[in-house]
């Protein structure tokens, strides 16, 4: 099959890659459409000691399985199937889990890729392909609501306005929280019909920090400096969620943590359901944030495109002979 | 009055205090017995920049009001009874609060001290001052259990061996936890009839980090090292408490705390009626950990042994001319 392969620190198309063999359990996927992640980026930097085919935002077709000739979309963390955490269906935290395209299994950049069965779910017709694309990133900003009960809190904050603090701030928009968005781009709030108040540069180094505190303040940056601002506008008892994992270590002033009892909670990947029901439902029109499309062929343009200061959603588009949309 | 006052780093005998004048609602008490808390150090060594009489761990007799002649503890945190926090029942968080002997209001190494008669508990008679004195930082253990639903977790681990760590271990073993503390004094354990499992030395600097892991971490050293160790050892999906302040920022490693999903949370104050009942029935016997009292003329040197390595608590008893016990 062919696939971009990532190989000290370069993404270069292969004519010939072998095709993932699936193991028990799991279904074979022709990738249709694959979304490009900070996270890929960041593998091209030496993050988690990749190499290979890296990618795990898709939308496919299945080939075989239950599924097959349906669309999927498909939940990245591949469990033990053994282990407790496991058999208490989070194979999102099994330790000896694969992630696609991040850890020890070929991901959605080339024609092909497996997953386990239980992993995959059919997207619905009304849900195009530049839609389903969004079911990772997506699930990743609804996990906040897995983990907190969002009725608790009134106002939120989030900082960063990259791809995913706007789905951050659309998943609370969603709940009906007063949302406020941090960031350095305010025209990037047009991509939806409803927007959080925009907060211009109040994060950046230097700058003076808002009067204002929040209940809640979601981290999207990935920068440990804005971390330490962010955690400096948590009201007492109120809760810092940290979606993007940073390179480098961050220095935190921790006593008023303990001071203001403040919750500071990391947040990962979540479950699709609730992403592909807002997809949907059109309650979160996500594929507005696609900014520029590639064919495989040109990937390695893709991933440059993306890295560009200011660029929302690039996506790569797969050779499928049989696609009907 | 005659108290210790904290001037310049040194808490030096006065004879003559001006008796803290009582505001609205509030009751004057009369110290009799006071603690010395970690905390009491570090105002001397300028933290929160206080200046006066320090201290806040006390048991006392109400000079008026509605607790006239009782015994008493008090919560330390005086709200200003006006904002949403003071009015939701929660002066611990009010921004304009003063806190007794330690932010804007005179503390208990004094003959006298002033809190708002909210704030006070009448002690019952089967708890004896050496237990009374300990409601507080009782009380600040028993945080956890009113933040975090204990019954979560199966297992576990405290980090450091001090007064507070050891008030900590004592309310997880009390929650029917299984229980680890780790620190360097296994001979402080025997102070208690319920004991933990002792893990020696595993958090210094340089010591290889233990391989197991725990849903629930307690850091209780304020050591900002020991933290960045003690947030490895948590489980996925697992909580670090933070118990203590520490003087120095912390430099942590965010990535595994967004990948693991790891929570953070602080921890201060706590209500003090659980910490009263635990000292009633006996099950935390926290009077154990008294290593030396001193007299109130002899305050200088009680909170300089209170700082020498490996001493549990030191009491300042107050003369109280009319003590009948």
Known sequence: MRGLRLTDGRFTLEP???VPAAGPG???VRVRLAGVCATDLALARGYMGFEGVAGHEFVGTALDGPLAGRRVVGEINAGCGACARCLAGDPRHCTDR???GILGRSGAFAEELCLPTA???AVPDEVADDAAVFAEPLAAAFEVAEQLDLARFERALVVGDGRLGQLCAQVLLDADLDVTLAGRHPERLNRFPRRPRFLAGAFDAGAAPPDERWDLVVEATGDPDVTARALAVVKPRGTLVLKTTAARPATLDLAPVVVDEITILGSRCGRFAPALEALRSGRIPAATLI???????RG??????AARPGVLK????MPNPDDDR
Do not use: K, S
């Open 16 to 18: 010939a890659l072998p």
């Open 314 to 317: 690039v996506v790569i588009e």
């Open 98 to 100: 694969t992630v696609l």
């Open 291 to 297: 900014d520029a499309r590639y064919p495989l062929e």
């Open 300 to 305: 390695a343009d893709a991933l440059a495109h």
């Open 119 to 121: 992993n995959l779910l």
């Open 26 to 28: 799991e279904t074979r």
